[in-house]
């Protein structure tokens, strides 16, 4: 069975930092692109930062210079390091691992952030 667990979301003032980790199990954890997607309400979901399997980042120009993307594929884990928080960055945030190959997608759960006064 997939699981992507997230977590580390939650209430930051702006100009704060948060962390979020996945945790992923179920699935060859290095051989995936991993990613990190937002939805904020009323909106779509959007790609914030994807790290192939070779460590190649990119990332959303509303959040170049402020954010960034690791993994630990010994943990089986990823990271997206938010730093200069702004209230539009307010959303859900959700984990995805892809695999190029089989063209399979996994889904975590989601974590909250908030960014507000």
């Known amino acids: 069975q997939v699981q992507l667990v997230e977590s580390g979301g939650g209430l930051v003032q702006p100009g704060g930092s948060l962390r979020l980790s996945c945790s992923v199990s179920?699935?060859?954890?290095?051989?995936?692109?991993m990613g990190w997607y937002r939805q904020a309400p009323g909106k779509q979901r959007e790609l914030v930062a994807a790290?192939?399997?070779?460590?190649?980042?990119n990332y959303a120009d509303s959040v170049k210079g402020r954010f960034t993307i690791s993994r630990d594929n010994a943990k089986k884990t990823n990271y997206l390091q938010m730093n200069s928080l702004k209230p539009e960055d307010t959303a859900v945030y959700y984990c995805?691992?892809?695999?190029?190959?089989?063209?399979?997608?996994?889904w975590g759960q989601g974590t909250q952030v908030t960014v507000s006064s």
């Open positions: 995805n691992a892809r695999n190029a190959l089989t063209a399979s997608s996994f």
């Open positions: 790290i192939t399997s070779d460590g190649s980042t």
């Open positions: 179920g699935i060859i954890f290095s051989i995936n692109t």
